[in-house]
């Protein structure tokens, strides 16, 4: 009796000097933690934020996007939604003699949507990255803005298009 007693004494002591070995090592240890917002972080290699829409290469202020619903059907959150204005039919403008004279109809081309919005709702947001995955013509990427920040959930709900436009009139100012 007395003899476990004493055996749980020193199991104790061990416990104890062993926790205070560890704190002593991480105590004379370099920070790790950075103190936002008089410290930023260094680097943000391979941060995935949410999605934003990226530019087309022929013109910043219009999207990659084609409006074929493909993010929309593969997001798990339901957060994406979008709406585009439906493709018109042009008539191609080859008039060719012979084909008119056949009783041919002229072939209509079609063009694409037109994006009228793509909305975020970042509230319902996973960041699994199936949207950006699954895109057919890369038009999503993933944001950089680690310093997101609001007071209420709509903060949180972004018209992507309309930022796009907003970002591309900054940089050509």
């Given at each position: 009796m007395?003899?476990?007693?004493?055996?749980?004494?020193?199991?104790?002591?061990?416990?104890?000097l062993v926790?205070?070995?560890?704190?002593?090592?991480?105590?004379?240890?370099?920070?790790?933690?950075?103190?936002?917002p008089r410290q930023v972080v260094p680097s943000l290699e391979g941060y995935r934020g949410h999605i934003e829409?990226?530019?087309?290469?022929?013109?910043?202020q219009k999207s990659r996007c084609i409006a074929c619903?493909?993010?929309?059907?593969?997001c798990p959150g339901a957060c994406?939604?979008?709406t585009a204005s439906k493709?018109?039919?042009?008539?191609?403008?080859s008039k060719d003699s012979a084909g008119s004279e056949s009783g041919e109809k002229?072939?209509?081309?079609k063009e694409k949507p037109e994006l009228e919005s793509f909305v975020l709702d970042f509230n319902y947001c996973c960041l699994c990255g199936l949207c950006v995955q699954n895109c057919p013509t890369d038009a999503l990427g993933f944001s950089n803005d680690v310093y997101l920040a609001g007071t209420g959930r709509q903060d949180f709900v972004f018209d992507l298009l309309a930022r796009l436009q907003?970002?591309?009139?900054?940089?050509?100012?």
């Open positions: 007395i003899v476990q007693k004493f055996r749980d004494t020193l199991m104790g002591l061990w416990s104890l926790g205070l070995k560890v704190t002593a090592v991480n105590f004379a240890s370099p920070e790790v933690t950075v103190h936002y829409l990226v530019p087309s290469s022929d013109n910043p619903n493909t993010c929309v059907r593969t994406i939604s979008l493709p018109k039919k042009k008539e191609a403008e002229p072939k209509a081309k907003s970002q591309s009139a900054k940089t050509e100012q």
